[in-house]
């Protein structure tokens, strides 16, 4: 069996074949979804924002492979946790992430973290410091259910691309920013860059202007990718030509990085840029495109209803897909 990292933070750190072996997995489970494998284990779903299809999908995930979900609200039904190593806990949180994170492990199989960014300062923003410091200190495997990035919703949407397309090498992908009235994280734009160059797409990342391309850390992680598979990353902020004979359109919104911490000064910018929404005369320009989004997804400002309600949309599929593929993480890390 070849090694793989202990914990699923990135899917940066794992390779095409690891990745692929987890998205086989998954596929089977859809088919034996009630396996009790992992009876008697446990894991702590430790959620600092809300959710809804990822703490679903990970408590009844868990509960299929037999195993014990604890859900953890720090600040609400737990203790604030404190993660700066310097100075005196003087202030709100009681306790730190030190002894958070072995005590958990004392009790559970796995430990998994949400936490979004502040949005005030994307250079300590993105350091990801709430799960990096999880995973230093934890002594079990650590899973990211949506920090900078969303590893697990790049899973479900490969499984879902893949379940329709005969092949994903040298296909057409464009990720796409659309409109949304608040700035929103980049983590899904993040992920879903990387797994397209990953698994072998042409990548066409569109955006209004050059202030919302995605951190150099993803695009040259994605630069590499596409390269590692003899396929090509493109740049446009040209709707049409990015559109035209594209196997696959993913939208998604995202906050400039320049302008994090500066709502007012970014407002201006992406109120000009509406007309991104995905209509059904931008897919009329693709190849047969497949149309998906991660969730929640507003109708009538980021797509239309006429493109969501497509037999060409696979954003339920993705959803649903969130279900198997974090069954399939859990028994790839925990067994």
Not at 266 to 275: F, L, Q, S, T, V
């Amino acid at each position: 069996m070849p090694h793989v990292p202990r914990h699923f933070l990135s899917t940066l750190d794992w390779s095409r074949a690891d990745l692929q072996r987890i998205l086989d997995d998954a596929r089977a489970l859809k088919k034996r979804p009630h396996t009790g494998d992992l009876s008697g284990k446990g894991i702590a779903l430790v959620f600092f924002n809300p959710s809804l299809r990822t703490r679903t999908s990970f408590e009844l995930g868990a509960h299929h492979l037999g195993m014990k979900a604890i859900v953890l609200e720090p600040g609400k039904g737990a203790w604030p946790i404190e993660f700066d190593d310097d100075g005196v806990m003087d202030g709100e949180p009681e306790e730190h992430i030190r002894e958070v994170a072995r005590v958990l492990s004392r009790y559970v199989d796995a430990i998994a973290v949400r936490a979004f960014p502040k949005f005030q300062d994307w250079q300590v923003d993105r350091q990801d410091k709430v799960i990096e410091a999880f995973a230093r200190f934890a002594t079990v495997p650590v899973i990211n259910m949506e920090t900078i990035t969303h590893p697990c919703q790049e899973l479900a949407l490969m499984l879902a691309l893949q379940d329709r397309l005969v092949t994903t090498d040298r296909k057409k992908f464009v990720l796409t920013w659309t409109y949304h009235p608040k700035p929103l994280n980049t983590a899904v734009a993040n992920s879903g860059l990387v797994i397209a160059a990953k698994f072998g797409f042409d990548v066409t990342l569109l955006c209004p202007t050059k202030d919302y391309v995605l951190d150099e850390r993803y695009m040259k992680a994605a630069e590499r990718f596409c390269q590692d598979n003899g396929a090509k990353l493109t740049m446009s902020h040209d709707i049409e030509s990015a559109y035209d004979g594209a196997d696959v359109v993913y939208a998604k919104s995202w906050g400039a990085l320049p302008f994090f911490g500066r709502w007012a000064d970014e407002k201006p910018i992406r109120d000009a840029h509406k007309h991104f929404i995905v209509d059904e005369a931008k897919m009329n320009r693709t190849n047969n495109g497949l149309f998906s989004h991660c969730l929640p997804v507003r109708r009538g400002v980021k797509v239309t209803s006429g493109v969501l309600d497509s037999p060409r949309s696979v954003h339920i599929d993705e959803a649903e897909n969130r279900l198997h593929v974090q069954k399939a993480l859990m028994r790839q890390l925990i067994s």
